[in-house]
């Protein structure tokens, strides 16, 4: 592991990664739609608001981690207008979605969204598997409850700045420069406050438009930092926010969207993703590289590609972490996926689902339903199984 504001394995070129392995043991990688913001988690929930991007993925806090949605791939998807939700989406499979958004069921053109039944999780995502590492409660209000979750300040700036690196290279290469990045940042957050009309509440009371002045104005200075670490003019990505699924030999169906995927000459790939919290202290690096090796398995098992080389990109602090992962990584993370899909599994046929008390649990939205503020879930909506002797449903998780 090592962080470097460097890392090419090569310079990239408009390649494609190579043609996926057949449909019976993998899934066909294909682009997510253009959307028009950024990250659920990776991450819907914040971390807080000075640190919306700054929870790591396994439930520490961090300097700089997206947390475990962050406005990250599934508030991407919902931005893009895709009928997502959480839980499974039809053909039994959870579908990316931003915490309490419904689905446009049967709407015959009006428009109108109905909220699903619920129905117990069908795949895993890097920001669900946060969510449950985190807080298995939490995962249970996301996916099973679908709880509504206010928007934020810092999340949403998020899926700005991704929306306007993404639509950055749309440009010539020689066009890709910083004032024009910059210049993408107002039509970009028309586009995003027309696709989710909730976020107008966010400046609902900035009466003079100073705050929100402010907040565009660091988004812009996300961007242009972005140029410090990375040189758009020499990239060529061969994807931008890929929608990639894989099912595994377990029936584990995984499932998330790529920032960026880079194809060097000699044929190497790499996985980007962009982050605009800073960059975590080196004893949490690992937790925010779990994203990454999540998207890698993927890859792996999809396309029977190892990547080269994965790159976490923090606009926030300036830095480049770079990590070149060797089977055996991918190896351990589906080990860790396979149990922590069964300690869900579990936990969805009991309804046994426990808080796990940190420090995060100050920003969270749903305290009034948590045990652990003197607030009582919503009635659990899936049937339930007799949960095994020693268990105590609703209890609370304490620390690892």
């Not at 969510?131 to 979750?149: A, H, S, T, W």
């Not at 406050?193 to 100073?210: N, V």
């Amino acid at each position: 592991m090592e962080t470097s504001t460097e890392g090419e394995p090569g310079t990239p070129h408009d390649a494609v990664v190579p043609e996926p392995t057949p449909p019976d043991t993998a899934r066909t990688a294909v682009p997510a739609q253009k959307a028009v913001g950024r990250d659920a988690t990776a991450g819907g929930g914040d971390a807080g608001p000075a640190a919306a991007d700054d929870a790591a993925v396994d439930g520490a806090a961090t300097d700089g981690a997206d947390g475990p949605d962050g406005g990250g791939a599934e508030v991407r998807e919902a931005a893009a207008g895709r009928p997502v939700v959480h839980g499974p989406a039809p053909g039994g499979h959870e579908a990316c979605a931003a915490p309490g958004t419904d689905v446009p069921v049967g709407d015959g053109g009006s428009g109108v969204r109905a909220a699903r039944a619920a129905v117990p999780p069908g795949s895993l995502s890097p920001s669900r598997a946060g969510d449950f590492m985190q807080c298995p409660l939490l995962y249970r209000f996301r996916v099973i409850d679908r709880l509504p979750e206010k928007p934020s300040e810092a999340a949403t700036r998020g899926t700005l700045v991704h929306a306007v690196l993404e639509r950055l290279f749309d440009a010539p290469a020689a066009e890709r420069t910083a004032p024009r990045a910059k210049g993408l940042v107002p039509g970009q957050w028309q586009r995003l406050r027309e696709a989710r009309p909730e976020l107008l509440e966010l400046f609902a009371d900035d009466t003079d438009g100073e705050r929100l002045a402010r907040w565009l104005a660091e988004a812009e200075r996300l961007v242009e930092r972005w140029f410090t670490l990375e040189d758009p003019t020499r990239l060529e990505p061969a994807e931008r926010e890929l929608f990639v699924e894989a099912e595994l030999d377990s029936g584990l169906t995984l499932r998330g969207i790529i920032d960026r995927v880079d194809v060097a000459p000699t044929g190497e790939v790499r996985i980007v993703d962009y982050k605009t919290g800073k960059a975590p202290r080196p004893e949490y690096a690992e937790g925010a590289l779990f994203q990454m090796k999540f998207y890698a398995l993927v890859v792996w098992r999809l396309k029977k590609v190892l990547p080269r080389r994965l790159q976490l990109v923090y606009l926030g602090s300036g830095d480049v972490l770079t990590y070149d992962p060797v089977l055996a990584d991918l190896e351990r993370v589906e080990r860790k996926l396979l149990a922590l899909w069964e300690a869900i599994r579990l936990a969805t046929e009991t309804g046994d689902w426990r808080p796990r008390p940190t420090k995060l649990c100050g920003w969270c939205d749903h305290q009034a339903h948590c045990p652990e503020f003197g607030g009582t879930p919503p009635p659990y909506p899936l049937p339930l199984r007799a949960a095994e002797s020693g268990t105590a449903s609703q209890g609370r998780m304490g620390p690892d």
